[in-house]
């Protein structure tokens, strides 16, 4: 009688942890979609402050940089989340973005798809853009 009690305690604590770890990844998903959709609107609407919280520390130099040389001419005219695609861990997600934009002097408009490496630090997403894609470099006049 004690073996099976024993037993099914485990059993209970095994498929409560199993629920809580599945609600913690579900609400930690539902943060990183909440931040991509803010960053990319701030981005959207020029709010480069703003923006600059979603990027990660080791990453904020590059972004100030390329604000300095893009704020003017950068138009970022619209965004669409295509896919997340979690590491094992689900501390890391590659975000898929179609976007839209044209930076002057050109006036015609560019599509491009962004993979975009979100990492989770404590409860906060932040995103490391890649500072090496032609969106986040300054245009050839």
């Known amino acids: 009688m004690r073996f099976k009690t024993v037993i099914s305690l485990l059993l209970l604590v095994v498929i409560c942890s199993s629920c809580y770890s599945r609600g913690k990844f579900a609400q930690s998903a539902q943060h990183l979609q909440e931040a991509t959709e803010r960053y990319y609107q ?4 020029k709010y480069y402050d703003r923006a600059k919280i979603f990027i990660d520390l ?8 390329f604000v300095l040389r893009l704020e003017e001419d ?14 094992e861990d689900k501390k890391e997600c590659e975000v898929k973005v179609a976007i ?3 930076t002057y002097p050109s006036v015609s408009e560019k599509k491009d798809v962004l993979y975009e490496k979100w990492v989770q ?21």
Do not use: M
């Open 42 to 45: 701030v981005l959207k609407w």
């Open 58 to 65: 080791e990453d904020r130099a590059l972004y100030e940089d």
């Open 100 to 102: 839209t934009y044209y």
């Open 74 to 87: 950068l138009n970022f005219t619209n965004y669409e989340i295509k896919s997340y695609i979690y590491s």
């Open 121 to 141: 630090r404590g409860s906060t997403w932040y995103v490391k853009p890649d500072f090496s894609h032609e969106f986040y470099q300054s245009p050839e006049k």
